[in-house]
């Protein structure tokens, strides 16, 4: 495992990209074979991947964070040009910051959660598409472009969906709970929203999300343990090993020593309290790990 930290390095991305050329170098003088690797967003692995004709993934969750800021600002424009008469649409998109600092709340569910949603929408289009082993970016962004119609109330598309691409447990049956009129501006801008960001092109990249999620929730516990953003196959099974590894040779650890020290608390009673000194952590299972996986 190779792990370094961002004090050596000043930058997480150095960090991955660092990480990205020892790890390499190590496997490949094993004589191991690379077939995948998941990682965020990032141009420079993205091209040491290519470079040595390694598959590569991004990480579905981070990258998708990238979506809230575009839906935001649509959501904004949507909103202004609903207030504004005689404003071309280069005027609305150059509003000032003040007029989108106001975000007028024309459709208040739309400008607070569509955002969120949106990115909830596609990562488990995403990830559900990989459950079933579907392979094809046409379906999965035939399902995302959805949603523009799914929350005008328009539910003839999901009516047609086989059970196992229907990921939404809201149950909209019209305009009253719609989140927006149906063939209203909102609606139309959503469509054209998801229409420019959401291509197949794009979507090759994401068809096989497997368990990266749920792998990026211990990130920040097992970053010491494995790392951090480079996802080899079944590395979400890998960092759990390697935290219940650590687990269950420091839970109980011996007694070194004891001593007793009164309470200091002055609201109760003056006690004295046992306290024990244990042995110090150990962290010899991870060369012996290390010596097993690169010997």
Not at 103 to 119: F, G, N, T, V, W
Request: proline residues 2%.
């Amino acid at each position: 495992m190779v792990t370094l930290t961002r004090s050596e390095t000043g930058s997480s991305w150095k960090i991955e990209t660092q990480a990205l050329e020892l790890a390499l170098k190590i496997l490949q003088d094993k004589g191991l074979t690379i077939g995948e690797v998941i990682h965020d967003d990032n141009a420079q692995v993205d091209a040491i991947l290519k470079a040595h004709n390694i598959v590569s993934q991004k990480d579905l969750w981070h990258k998708f964070e990238g979506v809230l800021p575009g839906a935001r600002s649509a959501t904004v424009r949507i909103q202004v040009a609903t207030r504004a008469t005689g404003v071309g649409s280069s005027q609305i998109t150059s509003a000032s910051p003040d007029i989108q600092r106001q975000r007028p709340l024309k459709y208040p569910e739309l400008a607070a959660h569509i955002a969120y949603k949106l990115k909830s929408w596609i990562y488990t289009c995403a990830k559900n598409a990989a459950m079933r082993g579907d392979a094809t970016p046409g379906l999965l962004t035939m399902d995302i472009h959805n949603a523009a119609d799914h929350w005008a109330g328009d539910h003839t598309t999901c009516s047609h969906l086989p059970s196992m691409r229907k990921y939404v447990v809201e149950k909209w049956t019209g305009g009253k709970e719609a989140k927006y009129p149906k063939g209203g501006e909102t609606h139309k801008a959503v469509k054209e929203f998801l229409k420019k960001y959401i291509t197949e092109t794009k979507m090759k990249c994401y068809i096989r999300a497997r368990e990266n999620f749920i792998s990026e929730m211990f990130h920040s516990v097992i970053n010491k343990f494995a790392t951090k953003r480079i996802h080899f196959d079944a590395s979400h099974t890998a960092r759990l090993a390697c935290a219940a590894m650590d687990w269950n040779k420091n839970i109980r650890r011996d007694v070194r020593a004891t001593y007793q020290r009164a309470s200091n608390d002055t609201a109760v009673r003056r006690r004295v309290k046992t306290n024990r000194v244990l042995v110090e952590r150990t962290s010899h299972w991870k060369k012996a790990l290390a010596a097993t996986v690169f010997s």
